[in-house]
């Protein structure tokens, strides 16, 4: 095989997972998305996986510990692969719907969440690679 070619990621590559979460509204369905006050963005939340961690798992801690929903997984979304300082990043999302009430308590990581509209959501979201896989899954 020529390594130049090869599928693997390097071994340098970050993981991380997160959740397309929604919930039902009056007005159709609405998506969660976080703002980070260090990048000053607007994202789905999403965040690096534990040595260990299933993805499963590491996408609903996310999503529990940036929005304060407990979320359940009704579907894989897809991923998205960047490069963050050189390195790759991988991110896996699933689709959630949440199950519960939230916890939320602002900090340095997530100070806010907001539910929106999918429309809304996409024109609310900083990075393309997010917008576009939320208008293919929603």
Known sequence: MNPKRSRKPPDDAEYAAGGVVTRGSTSGPEVILVHRPRYGD?????????????WEAAALREVLEETGYPARITGFAGPIVYRVDG?????????????????????KEVDAFEWLTPENARTRLSYADERHLLADVL
């Open 42 to 54: 607007w994202t789905l939340p999403k965040g690096k996986l534990k040595p260990g961690e299933a």
């Open 87 to 107: 390195r790759l990043k991988i991110v896996r999302f699933w689709t959630m719907q949440v199950d519960g009430e939230t916890s939320f308590t602002p900090s």
